[in-house]
């Protein structure tokens, strides 16, 4: 068992975003430990809830999106797996669209809950409700992404996170940090309609972790974190 001290949540969560990378159930684990440390910890809650989901493990993961959307309504992502989980696996469309309406309501420039809620309707058959979201998602990649500076405080934590579960070193992580961010901005309307912004924000983040990983060839220890 994890021992659980306060000042361990960072610690914890860190490495919850390392096991998960590598799909190790393990992560459940450290992720469960951090939430017990901060029942508020949405990101840890985020984290969790799509490793559930990726290892269908649907009720646990409805479950765990529901606890974060109850601390936080106007998550984005998790309005949107939530729709998708009743779009695919329950087959419950109208649930589905009201998770879509939601997360498009919180951020509206969410091509991927477009595209879902596309799909959604398809299966409704309301042809003409699903191409035109098809078609706002199309025009969406056209456009820049003007909310960044909300988009960068909801997802800088958990950026954050991978990237240090990788690279170790603090002063090395910050630097990645910006060129993930700028990387993110240069390559945005190349986004593919089946990826969130989310997913492709952390795709970057960890193959440029990943990059410099290789590059240095050795792993540096943070003594902040040891300690």
Known sequence: AIELKSDYEQAYEELGILYAQKGDALAIEYLNSTININPKNYSAMYILALFYQEHNAIAQALDTYQKLLEIKPD????????????LVEKQDYDIAIECFNSAI????LFWQAYVSRAEAYEKKGETAKAKADFQKAEELKEKNYDSFDEFYNLTSKLVYHVIIGIVSRREVAEDIMQETYTKFLENIKNVSLDNSPMAYLVQIARNTSINYYNKNKRVVFDENFIN
């Open 75 to 86: 998550h984005a992502d998790a309005l949107h797996n939530v729709g998708y989980i009743n």
């Open 105 to 108: 309501k919180v951020d509206s």
